[in-house]
């Protein structure tokens, strides 16, 4: 049955994770839980929350949300002086359910404090490696591509991959017109209401993403700074960020920032995100004031996201995201173990 068949894959699950927390252990970090109930589930303008209701033993109600990462709440405890956390958080995002997306999974999140960005990419190296030698196996696979977890990892520079997978040059920034005129070129398809970030991530999902990865793991970096999330533009050229994604197998598994400490710009890059949500689903999710003054009180820091499913995925060779979990979430009310 299903469950046997994916048994092995559990296995493997249990012992990578095991791998991991003992990286973590030997290299100083504290493993902390955050509450999964939060004021403000995260802010990405197309991520889409579960709401509930907290009532109150007087009976008073309040809406809250399940978190659709652990940052704003692991930020907070950075900000009070927790130099190096980590937490295997179990996250929410509504509407998202395909081959690598459940609606409830697993986040791996850690934070440094007083390090740069760029001491994330030694640790997802050491990580990545660590999964594989776990569970035994040498070659990370996602379809008919696979990854050396072994070899080095490359780096490489957005601008650089729109140019060598699509033909196109994104810096400096050619604006909507321009890509508009480099997509019809190489035969995406857009729409008239399209923005130009939106022609962007067209153009990088259909020639850019598939190749990212192949062979040995990449490290995209230097995005724009207007897709700076809340990362903090690069000291040395502040139109690019302070951000990086690892791929393997074409398939993004980290996504990571030189934290943006500037709790006004955080407030207005939240704003401006919370616009972009009401304008195209008609909502806006509150900013947690906790977390802006937390931002405030940051120290120079630098956290990333890696999605543990996927990982187990890459190692086990599994196709689907429901072939790594225990229990997918049900379906139409019914149970399939």
């Known amino acids: 049955d299903a469950y046997t068949r994916r048994r092995p894959n559990l296995l493997a699950r249990n012992s990578i994770r095991q791998a991991m927390a003992a990286y973590f252990a030997q290299a100083g970090f504290v493993e902390v ?3 999964i109930l939060q004021i403000s589930p995260g802010l990405e303008p197309h991520l889409q929350a579960f709401a509930t209701e907290l009532m109150a033993p007087d009976g008073a109600e309040s809406r809250l949300f399940l978190h659709t990462s652990p940052e704003f709440a692991m930020k907070k405890l950075l900000a009070a002086g927790e130099p190096r956390l980590f937490q295997f958080a179990r996250v929410f995002r509504n509407g998202e359910r395909a081959a690598t997306h459940h609606p409830e999974f697993t986040m791996l999140e850690w934070y440094r404090a007083n390090q740069s960005y760029l001491s994330l990419i030694d640790d997802c190296e050491a990580l990545i490696r660590a999964a594989s030698q776990a569970a035994a196996r ?5 379809g008919t591509r696979t990854c050396d977890p072994m070899l080095p990892f490359q780096r490489l520079c957005v601008s650089d991959a729109f140019v060598q997978f699509a033909g196109i040059a994104t810096d400096p920034w050619p604006g909507r017109d321009g890509l508009a005129e480099a997509a019809s070129k190489t035969g995406v398809r857009i729409a008239p209401d399209d923005t130009a970030d939106d022609i962007f991530f067209k153009i990088f999902l259909e020639l850019v993403e598939p190749n990212l990865g192949v062979g040995r793991a990449c490290v995209l970096m230097d995005y724009p700074v207007h897709m700076a999330a809340l990362s903090r533009p690069k000291a040395d050229k502040p139109h ?6 690892v791929y393997m197998c074409g398939l993004e598994l980290a996504n990571a920032f030189g934290e943006l400490t ?7 890059r939240f704003a401006a995100d919370m616009e972009m949500k009401f304008a195209i689903y008609g909502e806006r999710y509150p900013i947690d004031p906790g977390f802006l003054a937390a931002v405030g009180k940051l120290p120079d820091c630098a956290g990333i996201a890696l999605g543990f499913d996927r990982l187990v995925m890459l ?3 599994a196709a689907h995201i429901e072939d790594v979990l225990w229990l997918p979430v049900a379906r139409s009310g019914t149970i399939k173990p």
């Open 240 to 245: 690019l960020a302070e951000r990086f994604e």
């Open 262 to 268: 500037d709790a006004d710009e955080q407030a207005r």
């Open 33 to 35: 839980e955050t509450p």
């Open 138 to 142: 040498p070659l990370l696979r996602y």
């Open 315 to 317: 190692v086990t060779g």
